[in-house]
């Protein structure tokens, strides 16, 4: 890819362009990702979903620079992707905190590699730890949180970056289904809070309607876009929500059935 290529200023914040990924297996070329078309808006919460291995996380990880297409371009606020950048954060699933540093160390880790002065980096710390309502835990360690709450800490270090773009992939997987929804509720708070663009994986429609302005459904390998569909229905919205569980059902029809990777076992809608 050229560097630097820039998109116009009044374009989407994130745009994909025939982006194409193929791994080597076997002596042979493995196409996980063909003709990927995108755009997501700023603001706007976009949610990736698909069954276990159609090239989601590979997806996330060209969005984030960690990966390069084989084929395409993309492009973020507004300059093509070439590699990593303070303006992309991910949240991976296992979170990747640091559990010899607090709370609020983990969280200030981030800002202390950009430079930042002590004053403005105490200031995000402790805005962003009020924000997921963890300042009550400001120097607690992490083998003394929940599972929940560490992933709190993982979400206030990535908004304290102030990025463009949040990825998230499948950051409330390996949680129990009474804090994931609690979770989900307090995303959406923190996401119109913010106004931050999000670009969320999952494997659950049912996550994925109540949590997306924008449902993109991605086939089985090679992951291809098979539908876009746009969620209008008001927030806060709860997975369990009849509108939710409406649009679930009209989308799994479209894909007939596959495994959550979590559970083992067919999603229910």
Known sequence: MSQGTAVPQSGPRLKLKGVGKYFDHDHKKLAVLEGIDLEVEAGEFCCLVGPSGCGKSTLLNIVAGLEKPDEGLVWANPREVSGPGPDRVVIFQDLALFPWLDVWDNVDFGLKNLG????????????????????????????????????????????????????????????????????????QDIWAATGATILFVTHGLKEAVALGDKVVLLTTRPGRIQAVERVDLPRPRSVDDA???SISRRLKAQIG???????????RV
């Open 243 to 245: 509108p939710v569980l």
């Open 116 to 187: 930042l002065p002590a004053g403005e980096r105490r200031a995000r710390v402790l805005k962003y730890l009020q924000l997921v309502h963890l300042q009550e835990f400001l120097h607690a360690r992490l083998h003394q949180l929940s599972g929940g709450m560490r992933q709190r800490v993982a979400l206030a270090r990535s908004l304290a970056m102030e990025p463009e773009i949040l990825l998230m992939d499948e950051p409330f997987s390996a949680l129990d289904p009474h804090t994931r929804e609690r979770l989900q509720q307090e995303l």
């Open 257 to 267: 059935n596959w495994v959550d990777p979590v559970s083992r076992q067919e999603e």
